[in-house]
């Protein structure tokens, strides 16, 4: 089917660039990126490497494509967490579970990220330094964090530092998980709440709230930034 007048790709053209994405994420997941060919993902759509070129003219467009959406899907599960949240701690915590959560529910995501932003076997060196920082990551929760001060709710510190302590913790414990699928996720993911909890709530309200039980208060809504995926 061709091309509308305007340029912009009919439903069918979708549906087949969606496809197309699906298929090399799956690929990425369980093949890793360089075994990831046009011919091997025009294999698994069931068409020609031809047909694949038409809607991508070259492999780093697709995978591109691939990476793109996969942020994307990320982002939204995290930002719809966060804009849930019934005052500025308890957004900052619903952003680290939904961090761990999402990458949880969604290994083969988390190995297509791994593979286009990690240019090492092990994980730890950026192919691009500053790459992880995809979609302003540290700076949405930075934010967040200042957010929180400006409401009275979290203790002075510096935002961008505390946030980028914050993701890293976040990036190490999933990198372990991954390593080590035996490692307890959740009971990760709870240790994180309070390490996080701990980092950024003044001290008197912490021990109060210690004391008594109670939990956070306010409303946040539509106050809360919008919140963007890994880097």
Same mark, same amino acid.
């Given at each position: 089917m061709a091309p509308r007048a305007d340029g912009t790709p009919t439903f069918t053209?979708?549906?087949r660039r969606r496809q197309l994405v699906d298929c090399t994420i799956d690929l990425i997941s369980t093949r890793g990126y360089p075994a990831t060919s046009l011919a091997a993902i025009a294999e698994r759509a069931g068409i020609s490497k031809a047909a694949v070129l038409y809607h991508f003219s070259s492999k780093d467009n697709?995978?591109?494509?691939a990476l793109e959406?996969?942020? /994307?899907?990320?982002?939204?599960?995290?930002?719809? +967490?966060?804009?849930?949240? *019934?005052?500025?701690? @308890?957004?900052?915590?619903?952003?680290?579970?939904?961090m761990i959560g999402y990458q949880q529910a969604n290994r083969r995501h988390?190995?297509?990220?791994?593979?286009?932003?990690?240019?090492?076997?092990?994980?730890?060196?950026?192919?691009?330094?500053?790459?992880?920082?995809?979609?302003?990551r540290w700076q949405e929760l930075a934010a967040l964090l200042?957010?929180?001060?400006? /409401?009275?709710?979290?203790?002075?510190?510096?935002? +961008?530092?505390?946030?980028? *302590?914050?993701?890293? @913790?976040?990036?190490?414990?999933?990198?372990?998980?991954?390593a080590h699928p035996e490692y307890?996720?959740?009971?990760?993911?709870?240790?994180?709440?309070?390490?996080?909890l701990d980092a950024i709530t003044?001290?008197?309200?912490?021990?109060?709230?210690?004391?008594?039980?109670?939990?956070?208060?306010?409303?946040?809504?539509s106050a809360v930034p919008g919140v963007a995926g890994p880097g």
């Open positions: 053209e979708q549906a697709l995978t591109r494509a959406h996969v942020l /994307a899907e990320f982002t939204a599960y995290v930002r719809e +967490r966060v804009d849930r949240a *019934a005052g500025p701690r @308890a957004a900052v915590v619903a952003y680290v579970r939904a988390v190995r297509v990220i791994t593979e286009m932003l990690l240019d090492d076997a092990g994980g730890t060196k950026l192919k691009t330094p500053g790459q992880h920082d995809t979609g302003n200042s957010a929180g001060q400006q /409401a009275g709710e979290l203790r002075e510190f510096d935002a +961008r530092t505390v946030a980028l *302590a914050i993701g890293g @913790a976040i990036d190490g414990v999933v990198s372990h998980w991954l307890d996720l959740d009971a990760a993911a709870d240790e994180l709440e309070t390490f996080t003044r001290r008197a309200r912490l021990m109060r709230q210690r004391r008594v039980g109670a939990p956070p208060s306010g409303s946040w809504g």
